[in-house]
């Protein structure tokens, strides 16, 4: 084969593949959002918007995305400066901190149920050292916060090591005469970590704030784990119409309001942190 | 700070390094104990979940509990034991497989493409790579499922293993992107003038070298797919896969199902971690820019 066609050759089956099973879907959640049974209509989005159902479950996935996405930001941030500056130890340590990389959003939920369900770990803690009497039903419809609070922890503890994996990757690629630099002229570890780590950090925080401000839209498995249908969240609603309500074009719709969301935030955060015109590392 | 003391006008009979010393050495043990603190956040509900897989059903349930575990294999028995639950297991190392195999035979080849030749539309065809992770993909399957029943995939692995590549497929290309760009061309072209063609040349020096990183990025394929539950339970009924089975029984079934499947969940992960942490950041440095 010619050389000038081998690359296309080479990336068309990828380029095929996305186009029947990325593209084609999209067309086709798009004509299932927008049809009905007289051509093209918002019935759909009116019927969503207007369930009772449509505002709690919006609020809860923005305020849990705004509850988690920070700080787990500030978290990678903690333990990827901690990391590079490691001198013993900072494989095993990296090992440990991404762990949870690989763990499910499922099992994560079930790991965190073992901890706040009423007979599990917290309860047996406090109840051990004296501070309540008897088990609380941490996770019943009594106490949404708790339940807030268990499924921030989760998604905390399960996904904040991909920022980090990422973040020490982009912190192993600024240049150490910067840092040097800095030293040189008096900046204390603070000022370094402000007026060179951050800045120059900047195409990494993009991909890992874009990455993760998508996944906390798509949280799922979580939530139903630990709050089951006390915590409505968007997902929960797109597979409660596609599978007990039985209805598509109500599904679909919704769909595309995530969609819609994470299309926003995406372009939000690149604008946010874009990389000012000609300046590379 | 150090040579600053040390200037400061200091008796001369015992120069006295106190003011320093404490400082940095309370630093460091603020260090030591947020890093040992950041460890056990991690460690200590997964020993959680390990302490309840290995007890017996009923001391699951029981008030309080004990943070040892007893070695009982009950819960571990009866989750073998389950309905449907071997089957679903068997569902979700099949899917993942097939995603695995299909992501790499897919991924790669355009990997290579953007490592190696400089062609019309490159950046174009990156940045729309790049630009799928910006989409919920899983809602992908709400159609899907759709398309499937007109042309007999649904529920079946093969269909739902189609739409778990199409998740780790970016993965795949721009990780092998990263992987091939790490080694040099140079070493192809001597191959060229050894009589090597660009197919031979491939096989016998790049492939070998590159064959550790083509795994690594196969196990992440592997594990997107083992995670996935969103799509793996909106497409498939009868077949399901390990996550799509938990989902649908988290509201009737007995605790101790619950922790026995969450660990049987974890334990790849683990592997997976240890298995791939060489290429963690190698993948992830170059893939992400």
């Known amino acids: ?281 | 700070m150090t040579h600053a003391s040390m200037a400061a006008p200091a008796p001369k009979t015992e120069p006295n390094p106190t003011p320093v010393t404490p400082v940095r050495n309370s630093g460091r043990y603020l260090y030591a104990a947020t890093v040992i603190l950041l460890c056990a956040w991690v460690l200590v509900p997964l020993y959680f979940l390990l302490v309840n897989t290995l007890s017996s059903p009923e001391q699951v349930s029981t008030f309080p509990k004990s943070f040892i575990p007893e070695f009982d294999l009950g819960s571990l028995q009866f989750f073998a034991g389950f309905q449907g639950i071997l089957n679903a297991l068997k569902n979700s190392i099949i899917v993942a497989s097939m995603t695995m195999v299909m992501s790499i035979l897919f991924g790669a080849p355009a990997g290579y493409a953007l490592s190696r030749f400089e062609f019309r539309g490159k950046e174009t065809f990156r940045v729309l790579i790049l630009l799928t992770r910006a989409f919920p993909l899983p809602l992908l399957a709400l159609p899907l499922a759709v398309l499937f029943i007109r042309t007999g995939l649904d529920d079946t692995t093969f269909g739902l293993a189609l739409v778990h590549t199409t998740l780790a497929l970016p993965f795949a290309v721009l990780i092998t992107f990263s992987l091939f760009s790490g080694i040099p061309v140079e070493l192809e072209e001597a191959a060229w003038t050894l009589g090597c063609t660009r197919f031979t040349a491939f096989t016998k020096v790049v492939l070998p070298l590159i064959l550790p990183g083509i795994t690594a990025s196969a196990i992440f394929a592997f594990v997107i797919s083992w995670n996935e539950v969103f799509a793996a339970a909106v497409l498939t009924i009868e077949n399901r896969t390990l996550t799509a089975f938990l989902l649908q029984t988290l509201g009737e079934a007995p605790l101790h199902l619950k922790f026995a499947g969450g660990f049987i969940l974890v334990v790849p992960a683990l592997i997976f971690i240890f298995a791939v942490r060489k290429y963690l950041f190698s993948m992830w440095g170059i893939a992400n820019r």
């Open chain 1, 1 to 281: 084969m010619s050389p000038r066609l081998l690359p296309y050759a080479l990336i068309l089956p990828v380029t095929l593949f996305l186009c029947v099973f990325f593209l084609y879907p999209f067309i086709l959640v798009s004509q299932q959002a927008f049809g009905s049974a007289d051509g093209w209509s918002l019935e759909h989005f009116r019927d969503v918007v207007s369930y009772w159902k449509f505002p709690i479950s919006m609020q809860n996935t923005l305020l849990l995305a705004a509850a988690v996405v920070p700080v787990q930001l500030a978290l990678s941030l903690l333990m990827a400066t901690m990391v590079t500056r490691m001198q013993k130890g900072r494989d095993l340590v990296l090992y440990v901190w991404t762990i949870p990389l690989g763990i499910s959003d499922l099992a994560a939920g079930i790991i965190w149920l073992a901890i706040f369900e009423q007979s599990g770990f917290l309860n047996s803690m406090m109840v051990g050292i004296g501070a309540i009497d008897s088990p609380m039903p941490f996770l019943s419809y009594q106490n949404p916060g708790i339940i807030f609070l268990a499924i921030a922890l989760a998604e905390i503890w399960r996904a904040t090591a991909i920022m980090l994996v990422i973040l020490v990757a982009g912190i192993g690629l600024i240049p150490k005469e910067y840092y040097e630099a800095a030293e040189v002229f008096g900046a204390s570890p603070w000022q370094r970590f402000l007026r060179v780590t951050l800045p120059l950090l900047r195409p990494s925080l993009q991909t890992a704030l874009i990455l993760r401000v998508v996944l906390a839209f798509e949280v799922f498995a979580v939530v139903v784990a630990l709050g089951g249908s006390q915590f409505p969240v968007l997902m929960s609603e797109i597979y409660a119409y596609q599978f007990d309500l039985q209805n598509s074009g109500a599904a679909a719709a919704l769909a595309l309001i995530v969609l819609a969301i994470s299309i926003v935030f995406t372009l939000v955060i690149l604008r946010a942190l874009r990389v000012p015109k000609g300046a590379t590392i």
